[in-house]
C-alpha cells in the first residue's frame, strides 16, 4: 500500500506473509512465471524476473517452488497464462488508487473489482484516469546499518540513481524503472545489503485525510489485496498505523 511511507509498505507485507504465507507464495509465484515468459528464463538478461525472484525470496518462498515457477513461465505449457492488468479508480475522500494485477480471466476479474470499489465507498474508473498522480519508479530500500551514508550516495549515484531519501530505518532510493537491475548490481558489487527492491507507484502529492476516512481507505486496500489476482495495491494517501 504506498500511501503508507515505503517503509511500512514492507513491513505491512511482510506481516501479510506471515499470516497467508499460502495467498503470497501464489502471487509470488504468478509474478515469476509471467516475467520467465516474458523475458526468458536467466535472470541474469531479465531484469523482471530478477525482481520477481528476489521478492519471492524475500516472501521465504522456497528455491524449489521458485524454481518450478521459472520452468512453468518459460516452457510452453498453457495452463498458467496471466496478463498484466492495471485498474485505476478512486476510494473515500478522492484517493486515487492503482491496482496492478495479474489476471487469467478478464472478464472475470474486471466486474469484481469493479464490485469491491462501489461496496468501499469508491469507484473504478478507467486505465489513465489516475495514473497521472504518480510516478512510476524503481525503489530499493536500504536499512540504517547497511552502510554508511557517505559510500551508499557513491555508489548508487554513479550507477543512475535518481534520489535518495534517509530516515530514521535508512534510506530510499529511487531511479527510473529501466535502472533498478542496474542500481542493484551496483549495491550488490559494493557489498551493501538491500532490504527490498522493487517497482512502485510514488505519489506525486499526498491527500490529506481525517482518522475516519482513512479507514475506510485502508478497508478498501485490504480489501483488494486480499484478492488473488491483486499484486499490488498503490494509493496517494498516507494512512495513520492506528
Not at 140 to 148: G, K, R, V
Not at 203 to 230: G, N, Y
Amino acid at each position: 500500500m504506498a500511501g503508507h511511507s515505503v517503509w511500512k509498505n514492507i513491513k505491512h507485507r511482510k506481516a501479510a506473509v506471515d499470516a497467508k504465507r499460502g495467498k503470497i507464495w501464489s502471487k509470488c509465484s504468478r509474478a515469476v512465471i509471467v516475467a520467465a515468459r516474458l523475458g526468458g528464463a536467466d535472470p541474469k538478461f531479465n531484469s523482471s524476473l530478477r525482481i520477481a525472484i528476489d521478492s519471492a525470496k524475500a516472501a521465504n518462498m522456497p528455491r524449489d517452488t521458485i524454481e518450478k515457477a521459472v520452468k512453468k513461465g518459460a516452457g510452453s505449457d498453457a495452463a498458467d497464462q496471466y496478463e498484466a492488468v492495471r485498474y485505476e479508480g478512486y476510494g473515500p475522500g478522492g484517493v486515487a488508487v492503482i491496482v496492478d494485477c495479474l489476471v487469467a480471466n478478464v472478464n472475470k476479474t474486471a466486474p469484481e473489482m469493479r464490485i469491491m470499489f462501489d461496496k468501499n465507498g469508491g469507484n473504478l474508473g478507467v486505465q489513465g484516469s489516475v495514473t497521472y498522480s504518480f510516478s512510476h519508479k524503481g525503489v530499493i530500500l536500504i536499512s540504517a546499518d547497511a552502510t554508511t551514508e557517505e559510500k551508499l550516495f557513491d555508489v548508487v549515484l554513479a550507477a543512475g540513481a535518481e534520489d535518495v531519501l534517509g530516515g530514521e530505518e535508512g534510506w530510499q532510493v529511487t531511479c527510473a524503472v529501466a535502472d533498478l537491475a542496474k542500481v542493484r548490481d551496483a549495491l550488490d558489487a559494493a557489498s551493501i545489503a538491500v532490504e527490498n527492491a522493487d517497482f512502485s507507484y510514488i505519489p506525486v502529492s499526498m491527500v490529506e485525510l481525517d482518522a475516519a476516512t482513512a479507514a475506510r481507505v485502508a478497508k478498501l486496500v485490504a480489501v483488494l489485496e486480499e484478492h488473488d489476482d491483486v499484486q499490488t495495491v498503490h494509493v496517494n494517501a498516507e494512512i495513520p498505523d492506528a
